[in-house]
């Protein structure tokens, strides 16, 4: 079930990533394949459907192995396991993460609505990825354990589209583009995916020029 949260004020939005909006064209588009299309379980709560933009993306790795295997079939195994253990062990109602990314480069919906709600461009469904940061960014799980190798560049490559895209939906600046650890204490996304921010960032602005 999702709950909508109303707010009685709007949160001002930079356009991205310093044009006005409308001068943008807009980034190559990125299928996202549904909680439905990997055979999500239904949540075991509410999902809160927060009522304005979200101000920013956080980065995140999963810490799963680093396998060869970017098939879809593991993209999709790969959300099941994350939404089993954040389900399970972690006691949430759902996947914590609003998207995932793939080594295959392929991004699946995380949390229930998280699809619905960047579709309207207007709203964002409150995560389980950082605390105080849930109802305000976009939390995106990469695959893999990034502590001390790169994403693969398909990964790469699908996560700088996909940002792009994001940016362009909601109206993120570029520069709102952060890792899990800028926000709490953790080594989340991985020493060596966090050194890779900047050139992140800098490849999404690309994106619009």
């Not at 609505?113 to 105080?132: D, I, N």
């Amino acid at each position: 079930m999702i709950r909508r949260r109303a707010f009685l004020t709007t949160l001002a939005v930079t356009a991205v990533p310093a044009a006005p909006a409308a001068a943008l064209a807009a980034p190559p588009a990125v299928p996202v394949h549904s909680c439905a299309d990997w055979g999500a379980r239904p949540p075991a709560g509410l999902i809160e459907v927060v009522n304005r933009k979200p101000q920013r993306i956080l980065i995140h790795h999963s810490t799963s192995p680093n396998l060869d295997d970017q098939s879809i079939g593991r993209a999709y195994e790969h959300a099941r396991w994350i939404q089993n253990v954040h389900m399970d062990q972690n006691g949430w109602v759902d996947s914590g993460q609003h998207f995932s990314n793939s080594r295959g480069g392929i991004v699946v919906e995380g949390r229930h609505g998280s699809l619905a709600a960047l579709e309207s461009g207007t709203s964002m469904v409150a995560g389980a990825h950082c605390p105080g940061q849930n109802d305000v960014a976009i939390g995106i799980e990469n695959e893999g354990l990034y502590m001390d190798i790169s994403p693969p560049v398909t990964q790469w490559e699908s996560l700088v589209a996909f940002c792009a895209h994001l940016c362009f939906r909601y109206g993120i600046p570029t520069s709102e583009i952060f890792g899990h650890r800028d926000f709490t204490v953790t080594q989340c996304p991985g020493d060596a995916l966090y050194a890779l921010l900047p050139r992140l960032r800098s490849e999404v602005t690309a994106l619009f020029r």
